[in-house]
């Protein structure tokens, strides 16, 4: 059972996240890159009742971690500290941000896979990637409210896709397994899924 969600980025996404998290109930940690007393003020104003930590804190007592940070800077995540962990990656490659793709991840496979190999004993699962902040934060309603927006999920493991898809539902979306993580691709950057705050149906039509 999740009771814990670890976040790994304060920023955008990541408080957002944490806001979500705690109106569901969640105990969240969460971490910036450095000391948690930068952020404690931020979080205890923007999420209250998450608890600002350690990036080592926030991965180890995650029952599920989520990734907020820019994808260019995975290489600075514990990665001792989430071996045997099931791993949310949100993060997509942002030029602006990360500078050329291929100075990052490879060009022949989706990022979530660069990092799956870059975490070999955490389990990813790409999810929470494609819709802004903005709509994460607008969009989110209890379950069965009309004009729900949905939320993708690609991975390998089944029991982590429906894990991921029960959480992605207590957060106030409706969730869509679209496949293995190859499948990923079609959230990233420039493929049809990126950017969707759509129904769960249109979205099925556009990441099939
Ligand atoms: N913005 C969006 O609407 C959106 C939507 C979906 C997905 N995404 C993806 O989500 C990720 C975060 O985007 P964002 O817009 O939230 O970025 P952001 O506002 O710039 O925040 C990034 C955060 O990551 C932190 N960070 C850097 N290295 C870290 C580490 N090793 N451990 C923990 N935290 C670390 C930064 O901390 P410091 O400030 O201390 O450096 C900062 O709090 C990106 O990969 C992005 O592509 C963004």
């Given at each position: 059972m999740i009771k814990t969600i670890g976040i790994l980025g304060a920023g955008k996404v990541g408080v957002t996240l944490a806001q979500l998290a705690r109106k569901a109930g969640y105990e969240v940690v969460i971490a910036g890159s450095g000391d948690p007393a930068k952020i404690a003020l931020s979080i205890k104003v923007l999420a209250p009742g998450a608890h600002a930590v350690a990036k080592e804190e926030a991965a180890l007592r995650g029952d599920i971690v989520i990734l907020a940070l820019?994808?260019?800077?995975?290489?600075?995540?514990p990665k001792d500290a989430l071996k045997g962990k099931l791993v949310i990656d949100s993060m997509n490659h942002w030029h602006e941000v990360d500078g050329p793709r291929e100075d990052t991840i490879p060009?022949?496979?989706t990022s979530s896979e660069h990092l799956q190999s870059f975490l070999p004993e955490s389990r990813v699962v790409k999810a929470?990637?494609?819709?802004?902040y903005h709509e994460l934060h607008d969009h989110a309603k209890p379950k069965?409210?009309?004009g729900r927006k949905a939320i993708a999920i690609a991975g390998d493991i089944k029991e982590d896709t429906e894990t991921v898809a029960h959480l992605v539902n207590t957060l106030g979306f409706d969730p869509l397994i679209?496949?293995?993580?190859?499948?990923g691709r079609q959230l990233e950057?420039?493929?049809?899924?990126?950017?969707a705050s759509i129904s769960r149906e249109d979205l099925h039509l556009r990441t099939r």
């Open positions: 820019p994808l260019s800077k995975y290489a600075t995540i060009e022949d496979i929470l990637s494609h819709m802004g069965g409210s009309d679209i496949g293995v993580l190859k499948k950057p420039g493929n049809p899924g990126f950017g």
